[in-house]
Nanobody, 115 residues
Framework: QVQLVESGGGLVQAGGSLRLSCAASGRIESIDDMGWHRQAPGKQRELVASITSGGWTNYADSVEGRFAISRDNAKNMVYLQMITLKPEDTAVYYC?????????WGQGTQVTVSS
C-alpha cells in the first residue's frame, strides 16, 4: 500500500523557518508531480507549491520568494523549506503526489506561526 508521511511541522515565531519533509513508501513504480497544499481553519485547501519529476516548480503568489520546494527522486521524498514565516501561513500542510498514476495525500502536519 502506498503511503505519504509528512514530518517537520510545529510552532514557530513570525519570521522563523521550518522545513517540511514528506516520504513516499510502498509499491512505487512511478512518481510524477509532487506538491504541498495547506488548509487553514475555515478556509479551503490551497496549493502552496508543486514540482514535476523533472524539477520544474510552481508557487502560490503568497509564498513566492519565501518557500522553496525540492525533491529527492532516489529517496521518494519531497521537501518544503519555509522562511520568513507569517501568522497567515498557519495551517495544516498536506503532501500530495501522483504515484502510479493515482493522486495520493498524506495525513497532514500542523504549522503554527505565532505573532
Amino acid at each position: 500500500q502506498v503511503q505519504l508521511v509528512e514530518s517537520g511541522g510545529g510552532l514557530v515565531q513570525a519570521g522563523g523557518s521550518l522545513r517540511l519533509s514528506c516520504a513516499a513508501s510502498g509499491r512505487i513504480e512511478s512518481i510524477d508531480d509532487m506538491g504541498w497544499h495547506r488548509q487553514a481553519p475555515g478556509k479551503q485547501r490551497e496549493l502552496v507549491a508543486s514540482i514535476t519529476s523533472g524539477g520544474w516548480t510552481n508557487y502560490a503568489d503568497s509564498v513566492e520568494g519565501r518557500f522553496a520546494i525540492s525533491r529527492d527522486n532516489a529517496k521518494n521524498m519531497v521537501y518544503l523549506q519555509m522562511i520568513t514565516l507569517k501568522p497567515e501561513d498557519t495551517a495544516v500542510y498536506y503532501c500530495n503526489a501522483q504515484i502510479n498514476s493515482s493522486n495520493r495525500w498524506g495525513q497532514g502536519t500542523q504549522v503554527t506561526v505565532s505573532s
